[in-house]
């Protein structure tokens, strides 16, 4: 979460509960964005890299369920429904579809204030958990001393630059999920422009060299043409 503000991606096609939503996250400091249909919102969860996003089932170009499983194929952000959809069926089919929580619409704006912070409370515990269990990390040959701050493949130092490390890294405590250029030049550099991706494909080209035996058929860290890369679990 950037300078600690969380970014919030408000999907919601109702002008009135989305101005709503928005007022009451400004109330509380909170970034967001908006988007009033199911291709934005997939757009933005792409391109924003939200901490949580707040989505109303009923969009007018697409189910919200949708969007969920779509989201979910490369991401694990949160995600908040709130709907007007009352069944316990609905809730169901939405938590198992890969919602982390269900709001019924209409809410009150202390509920929905709560859930957040429950929400952000998980993801700060799960994050300082993750740094702290796991000072090593090891995946087949490859092998990432955290505390150390160097790596090595099959029992060999790998002689990384320091972008190279952050890369590796990132990718490495993300194993198995796909990490887009927009999420990775962020974290690496702060920002998104076109020459950010046209670096990381420079700097990514050269760590895959150190890694893969035969960049043809990398054992490690995969392309998805147009989305971005993933580290495999060996």
């Known amino acids: 979460m950037t300078n600690n503000k969380p970014l919030i991606l408000i999907v919601e096609d109702d002008s009135a509960i989305r101005n709503l939503i928005a007022t009451t996250l400004e109330t509380q400091n909170y970034k967001y964005h908006l988007a009033r249909n199911g291709s934005q919102a997939i757009n933005e969860a792409v391109t924003s890299c939200p901490d949580i996003i707040l989505l109303d089932l009923g969009l007018p170009d697409m189910d919200g369920m949708d969007v969920i499983r779509k989201i979910r194929s490369w991401s694990n952000v949160p995600i908040i429904v709130i709907s007007a959809r009352t069944e316990e069926k609905d809730k169901i089919d939405a938590?198992?579809?890969?919602?982390?929580?269900?709001?019924?619409?209409?809410?009150?704006?202390?509920?929905?204030?709560?859930?957040?912070?429950?929400?952000?409370?998980?993801?700060?515990?799960?994050?300082?958990?993750?740094?702290?269990?796991?000072?090593?990390?090891?995946?087949?040959?490859?092998?990432?001393?955290?505390?150390?701050?160097?790596?090595?493949?099959?029992?060999?130092?790998?002689?990384?630059?320091?972008?190279?490390?952050?890369?590796?890294c990132l990718l490495a405590k993300n194993t198995g999920k796909v990490l887009t250029h927009t999420y990775i030049t962020q974290k690496i550099w702060g920002s998104?422009?076109?020459?950010?991706?046209?670096?990381?494909?420079v700097f990514m080209a050269?760590?895959?060299?150190?890694?893969?035996?035969?960049?043809?058929?990398?054992?490690?860290?995969?392309?998805?043409?147009?989305?971005?890369?993933r580290m495999l679990r060996i």
């Open 206 to 229: 050269s760590l895959r060299k150190k890694l893969e035996t035969d960049t043809a058929h990398p054992r490690y860290i995969q392309t998805h043409v147009g989305i971005g890369y």
């Open 192 to 201: 998104s422009w076109d020459n950010d991706v046209a670096s990381l494909r």
């Open 95 to 168: 938590l198992d579809t890969g919602a982390d929580d269900y709001l019924t619409k209409p809410f009150s704006v202390e509920e929905l204030l709560a859930r957040l912070r429950v929400t952000l409370r998980r993801l700060s515990y799960a994050q300082s958990e993750s740094e702290n269990n796991n000072s090593v990390y090891k995946n087949g040959g490859l092998i990432i001393d955290y505390a150390a701050g160097c790596a090595s493949l099959d029992g060999a130092e790998l002689h990384l630059t320091p972008i190279e490390y952050k890369l590796l």
